[in-house]
């Protein structure tokens, strides 16, 4: 099975500052990676898909990059409405696989 | 406006059953991969099960290999998940999940409310 080393799991931060997040696959993955953003009591929201391709409606602050296994999502100017619980998910296989999940508070 | 419905979620003792099933509407459900995804109390996500759209290829964790069944109604654009031989352990909110493309490998795009299941003595 593929496994997804998410990295860091909490994060302090302010609005307006940028940040970055990483997740790295056991395995090559082809850029089969999802992010996706979690709020308290609610489902995930998709954010970026094949690595770097943001999904339609996400604001252009967050973006995705991928170099071999390692994989990374940047929101370049947090906005209030960003802090919440970030996933990487690889779907290269069938057996999908998330990453342990990132907490992004204010600082 | 895609939008997933699930139900039949609930209190079971272990190592009892459920089946949760999962309405779908604004899209044309027989075209696309489904999966099941559950997250557990104050825990990450974690991939559950997946399945073809003819119902062809099925897919599981290892974790519940043997013990759930994913299936699909396309007449009815439905998904179900029955569940069997329960453990504390699958005590978790399930959300049911289309894919973004008609590919199994491709990200979740929706993503259903999720059905709280509490398996406990």
């Known amino acids: 099975d593929i496994q997804m080393t998410q990295s860091p799991s909490t994060l302090s931060a302010s609005v307006g500052d940028g940040v970055t997040i990483t997740c790295r696959a056991s395995h090559r993955i082809s850029n089969y990676l999802a992010w996706y953003q979690q709020k308290p009591g609610k489902a995930p929201k998709l954010l970026i898909y094949k690595a770097s391709n943001l999904e339609s409606g996400v604001p252009s602050r967050f973006s995705g990059s991928a170099s071999g296994t390692e994989f990374t999502l940047t929101i370049s100017s947090l906005q209030p409405d960003d802090f919440a619980t970030y996933y990487c998910?690889?779907?290269?296989?069938?057996?999908?696989?998330f990453g342990q999940g990132t907490k992004l508070e204010i600082k | 406006e895609v939008q997933l419905v699930e139900s039949g979620g609930g209190l079971v003792q272990p190592p009892g059953s459920l089946r949760l099933s999962c309405v779908a509407s604004?899209?044309?459900?027989?075209?696309?991969?489904m999966s099941w995804v559950r997250q557990g109390p104050g825990k990450g996500l974690e991939w559950v099960a997946n399945?073809?759209?003819?119902?062809?290829?099925?897919h599981y964790v290892d974790s519940v290999r043997g013990r759930f069944t994913i299936s699909r109604d396309n007449s009815k654009n439905s998904l179900y998940l029955q569940m069997s031989s329960l453990r504390d352990e699958d005590t978790a909110v399930y959300y049911c999940a289309s894919l973004r493309g008609f590919s199994a490998y491709d990200a979740i795009a929706s993503w259903g409310q999720g059905t709280l299941v509490t398996v406990s003595s």
């Open positions: 604004g899209f044309t459900f027989s075209r696309y991969w």
């Open positions: 399945i073809k759209q003819d119902g062809s290829e099925k």
């Open positions: 998910q690889q779907y290269n296989s069938y057996s999908y696989t």
